[in-house]
């Protein structure tokens, strides 16, 4: 029981993560495609772009894996 609820959390925790993050990047990319800011402030959004794009990436794959331990 204890597991399944961890798991539950997990599950929740991770999904509330990913529509944060899926948001926050459809606020980035044209800000970056633009490309009209200051050039500091222009690396630090690509950077932000990057890094949200790379969290996504391994929640993806976090995702998949609770999958597989949910069979």
């Known amino acids: 029981m204890r597991a ?5 959390t997990a599950r929740r ?10 948001l926050e990047l459809q606020g980035l990319r044209p800000l970056v495609n633009n490309g009209s800011c ?3 402030l222009q690396q ?3 950077n932000r772009l990057a890094d949200l ?4 990436r ?14």
């Open 44 to 46: 630090r959004l690509e």
């Open 13 to 22: 925790d991770l999904e509330a993560e990913r529509r944060r993050n899926s």
């Open 58 to 71: 391994e929640l993806e794959r976090i995702r998949a894996l609770l999958r597989c331990t949910n069979q």
């Open 4 to 8: 399944s609820l961890t798991l539950n």
């Open 38 to 40: 200051h050039p500091k």
């Open 53 to 56: 794009e790379l969290r996504q």
